[in-house]
């Protein structure tokens, strides 16, 4: 047995768009007990929202303020990076860290600020799918430091050594994003780290979704894990009974403040024992 582990699930909005004070929370939140704090990757948002900070600079100054937190963006749209990049950010950014990083990835989407119509990016989501996938492919083998020879359908790195490598090996941990229920997202999930379920309603769906991913790891030994987004002040239980891992406290993009955040943090971590998922 283990704990059910909390963290700060933090939109990069307005008063949370800069940085170090985001730090300065993340080193609040450390102090208090907490286990991570995980931020929004978005290039912008829906009005009211007007300030919206970049994930990968704040995440490098919540590293620098902290010590044992675990960290990363939840999730970050591998379709709109370059994923030889990313390879290059996330080693920099565990090593600087001493292994604390996890990467959440998922498709994105252009539902709530049109930020990849705006941007041209890829609007079709099987396509962005397959350049998610791809993209996990290059970050597996970037991250073993032997020379990436990829020739796909979307991307090319033809003979690149990306050392040095990331503090944890294989590489940085990797939780995907998906609506529950939905055959290929669970798939992808299942081949990395952990799963981050979308728009999770019920304790039940996600007892499911942990049998569903047992099931499509029967042949795995390492640990996994399932982290679920829940308001402040939601009991955790019933979804550590489920099988969650680790639950994230989350705020609303359009209404959250330094203030609400700080009450959160102050208010403390669970303390609850779970059985972690193989």
Do not use: C
Request: glycine fraction near 8%; charge should be negative; hydrophobic fraction near 40%.
């Amino acid at each position: 047995m283990t704990r059910l582990r909390s963290a700060l699930w933090l939109p990069l909005f307005d008063g949370l768009a800069d940085p170090m004070a985001v730090a300065r929370l993340a080193a609040e939140a450390e102090e208090a007990g907490w286990d991570g704090v995980f931020v929004w990757d978005h290039l912008r948002w829906r009005a009211p929202v007007g300030h919206v900070a970049d994930p990968w600079i704040t995440l490098t100054a919540i590293a620098t303020a902290t010590e044992r937190l675990r960290f990363g963006p939840m999730v970050t749209p591998l379709a709109r990076r370059r994923p030889a990049k990313v390879a290059k950010e996330t080693a920099t950014l565990d090593r600087l860290s001493g292994g604390r990083l996890t990467l959440g990835v998922g498709l994105g989407s252009d539902r709530f600020a049109g930020e990849l119509s705006a941007t041209g990016e890829e609007l079709d989501d099987r396509l962005r799918g397959e350049m998610l996938d791809e993209s996990l492919e290059i970050l597996t083998a970037a991250w073993s430091g032997r020379p990436v020879h990829h020739h796909g359908r979307h991307y090319t790195v033809d003979g690149v050594s990306f050392l040095p490598r990331p503090v944890q090996l294989p590489g940085v941990p990797v939780w995907a994003a998906g609506f529950p229920g939905k055959a290929k997202p669970m798939r992808r999930a299942a081949r990395h780290d952990g799963f981050f379920p979308v728009n999770l309603e019920h304790p039940d769906q996600l007892a499911d979704v942990v049998a569903t991913l047992t099931d499509l790891r029967r042949q795995e030994t390492t640990p996994y894990d399932v982290a679920v987004p829940l308001p402040p002040g939601t009991d955790p239980t019933p979804f550590a009974e489920a099988g969650a891992t680790w639950w994230l406290a989350e705020f609303d993009p359009e209404e959250v403040s330094l203030d609400q955040v700080r009450g959160v943090i102050h208010d403390g971590p669970v303390d609850i024992a779970v059985e972690q998922i193989r």
